[in-house]
């Protein structure tokens, strides 16, 4: 069965347009609470949203649903998409839900759902909730056994005090300046708090959401705000999350940017070296640079690749029993900690090794120098461009002049109408050329446009 609602990361689109109507969550919320009506026992759900003016409409839409069907409904307010899936397990919550569009414009909202283990749903179950919407809904639940709904006033206090017991027992942040972004969004309240808590100065940055700001001109897609700001201030460190915090791009004490593939090659050498690392090898995506699958090597240390999107990134962690994980864009996944990517998580991570190493951020953050990458997106109208006779040979073109120097990685968006081409490897200039190659012929033989 072809997905119609569910991509790589819940569902997502335009606010009040289909998929994300009122109509069509209730809907899927009625299908999601009959998948996990499992048992006798009184049914709960938690749900999260981030700062979306959109929210209010979806939440109420949500509860609607899953009361219906008889699940009680726990309201967490905005809270990180991390903190519904620790809650999710912490309350022996059936099912999880939060409610973001993560590093989307306020435009956009969607949904993201946990089962009771705090996981993201697999690919299975997703498809056995938009089957049940298909067919038509659900089973209504009589009279006397509707749920009841009601806000957690200490959701707030919990998630804090589980972020903090990440950080190593004895350590602080004391005599530490760190600006931290919150993209406006989920974690405006609970970052600055958790720094502070540990002893931190803290320049927050992006902390007045008004339902329209959230990921504007801040956070972790755009972190230049985050960068000005560590310079401007004299910090020694920078944090931006995105919209629902679940990522976090990084800087130094000189504003310069840490991404996710260093972050995840500093975990793996500092967990390796204390004997934590589990399983000899890191999980990232295909989008990873090179640079960091060898560098690892050197550590004796594998990179196992998966397609883009963190939830793939966990599937395979749980399967081969691996600990750390995560994506270029700062998804990083922590599973000693947390069932998805906290942005908070890995950056006390790394303010850890920092400390301990008593020495500059830009001293301990640059493990290794990337190759060359470039990303370029090419928006299409419909159909199937990927399997246009004339970008199938410019792809197999470009593979060749890379060759082992290189990598090549093209793939439809999951949460938007793109083609995203991507190369990477020792020569910049071939880099662009394949690149712009490959955008060009994309362009031509599918009638779309160039989009970045």
């Given amino acids: 069965m072809s997905r119609k609602l569910f991509g790589t990361d819940g569902i997502r689109g335009t606010a009040n347009r289909e998929p994300v109507t009122a109509e069509t969550v209730l809907a899927v919320a009625k299908a999601a609470g009959r998948e996990f009506l499992r048992g006798d026992h009184r049914h709960t759900v938690v749900i999260g949203k ?7 409409l979806l939440e109420p839409a949500l509860t609607a649903g899953f009361i219906s069907v008889g699940m009680d409904v726990v309201l967490l307010g905005p809270m990180p998409t ?32 946990f089962g009771p283990d705090g996981f993201k749903l697999s690919d299975e179950v997703e498809k056995a909730i938009e089957a049940r919407v298909d067919n038509g809904g659900a089973e209504l639940a009589p009279a006397h056994q509707l749920g009841r709904a009601e806000r957690l006033d200490g959701a707030l206090g919990r998630y804090i005090e589980f972020v903090k017991s990440s950080f190593p027992r004895g350590l602080r942040l004391d005599g530490m300046k760190v600006v931290v972004d919150c993209a406006n969004g989920a974690a405006y309240r609970v970052a600055p708090k958790v720094l502070y808590e540990l002893g931190a100065e803290v320049v927050p940055v992006g902390v007045y959401p008004d339902g329209f700001n959230i990921n504007q001109r801040c956070g972790a897609t755009e972190p230049l705000r985050m960068q000005e700001a560590v310079v401007t201030h004299g910090a020694d460190f920078g944090i931006a999350l995105d919209g629902d915090a679940d990522r976090a791009i990084l800087a130094d004490e000189k504003g310069n940017v840490v991404d996710g593939d260093q972050v995840m090659a500093l975990v793996a050498r500092s967990w390796q070296q204390s004997g934590r690392l589990a399983g000899g090898a890191v999980v990232a995506t295909v989008m990873s640079n090179l640079a960091l699958e060898r560098y690892l090597a050197t550590l004796g240390l594998d990179l196992i690749r998966t397609p883009v999107g963190d939830r793939y990134v966990v599937e395979r962690m749980r399967d081969g029993g691996y600990n750390v994980g995560g994506e270029q864009s700062g998804h990083i996944v922590l599973s000693d900690f947390a069932t998805t990517g906290d942005g908070l998580i890995a950056a006390l991570q790394i303010l850890a090794v920092v400390v301990q190493s008593e ?11 990337p190759y060359p990458q470039l990303l370029r997106n090419v928006r299409f109208n419909g159909g199937a461009p990927l399997e246009d006779g004339a970008v199938q040979a410019a792809i197999r073109a470009g593979e060749d002049r890379l060759g082992t120097a290189g990598r090549l990685v093209i793939r439809k968006s999951g949460t938007e109408p793109l083609i995203r081409v991507m190369a990477e490897g020792e020569d910049e200039g071939l880099v662009g050329q394949v690149v712009g ?5 994309i362009e031509q033989q599918a009638g779309t446009h160039g989009a970045d």
Avoid at 50 to 56: A, I, K, M, N, V
């Fill in 50 to 56: 981030d700062t979306r003016l959109s929210g209010y």
């Fill in 82 to 113: 991390p903190a519904v899936g620790m809650l999710t397990r912490s309350l022996r919550a059936d099912l999880g839900v939060m409610i973001s569009a993560s590093h989307n414009p306020y435009q956009d909202n969607g949904i993201k759902l």
């Fill in 359 to 369: 020495r500059p951020a830009s001293e301990v953050t640059r493990l290794f120098q």
């Fill in 437 to 441: 190659d490959i955008c060009e012929t």
